[in-house]
């Protein structure tokens, strides 16, 4: 059985002359949560974009769930759930109609949708149109959708950036109450506090290598930091700099 939701071995992304990935081998089991964290420009939509066969390797070992892109797509599409900063809906098409439609994607009855609204507090919006959701109605709608077909990985790629503080707490209560559950999570944001509420692991990538890996409270001791903000602008400053 396998016990990974993410394994990559000497995964390298090249865009022409530009390798955006660097032989990098991360495995990410099953249950975890996990956050990338880098500057921009360090890999990491890169390294998403491959895990979620939006984009092909230019060489390396990408398995996904067991699993390669390229014997097993349509099996991999119902088993993760992509959740992006700026997912795009319809305007005038409201709550309910639109997870109507991606719940047709999957063959999903009412009942699920009922379920999965309530879960990301959106009952009471059902009939309003998106282009009237606040910010974070719009965030967690698009998380609505991603989980929607119950996926055993969801991948999360800056979900916050923009929202105000209060919408933050609420998509981060959501994505506690599905860690819980057990779902296998991978997030990239540039919130310090975001990844230290979330994540017990943190993927540190600079310039598309793998710079730092462990869990949370080892690479801020390891380091001599009090928090991981300290540390993120510890490796982004002099330290990420030597490496040059």
Not at 51 to 61: F, K, L, P, V, Y
Not at 99 to 124: D, H, N, T, W
Not at 149 to 174: A, N, Q, V, Y
Request: charged content about 25%; some cysteine; glycine content about 8%.
């Amino acid at each position: 059985m396998v016990d990974f939701a993410i394994h990559t071995q000497n995964l390298i992304k090249d865009y022409g002359k530009f390798r955006a990935l660097d032989d990098v081998s991360i495995t990410v089991a099953k249950g975890e949560f996990v956050s990338l964290l880098g500057p921009n420009g360090a890999g990491k939509t890169s390294f998403l974009e491959v895990c979620e066969g939006i984009r092909e390797a230019t060489s390396g070992i990408v398995q996904i769930l067991g699993k390669t892109w390229k014997n097993s797509e349509d099996e991999l599409r119902r088993r993760i759930g992509l959740s992006f900063q700026d997912t795009r809906f319809q305007d005038r098409v409201t709550v309910w109609e639109t997870l109507e439609l991606f719940g047709a994607f999957f063959g999903l009855p009412k009942a699920r949708i009922l379920e999965v609204m309530v879960e990301v507090q959106l009952s009471e919006k059902q009939d309003t149109y998106v282009m009237n959701l606040s910010g974070g109605q719009r965030q967690r709608l698009a998380i609505a959708t991603a989980i929607l077909h119950k996926p055993e990985l969801l991948f999360l790629d800056e979900p916050t950036t923009g929202l105000d503080p209060t919408s933050r707490r609420e998509i981060w209560s959501l994505l506690q109450k599905l860690k819980s559950q057990g779902m296998t999570m991978i997030l990239t944001t540039h919130y310090m506090d975001e990844a230290e509420a979330l994540c017990e692991r943190i993927i540190f990538m600079h310039k598309g290598k793998v710079y730092k890996d462990g869990k949370l409270k080892d690479l801020v001791k390891e380091a001599g930091k009090q928090s991981l903000e300290e540390l993120f602008l510890s490796l982004t400053g002099s330290a990420l700099e030597t490496q040059n």
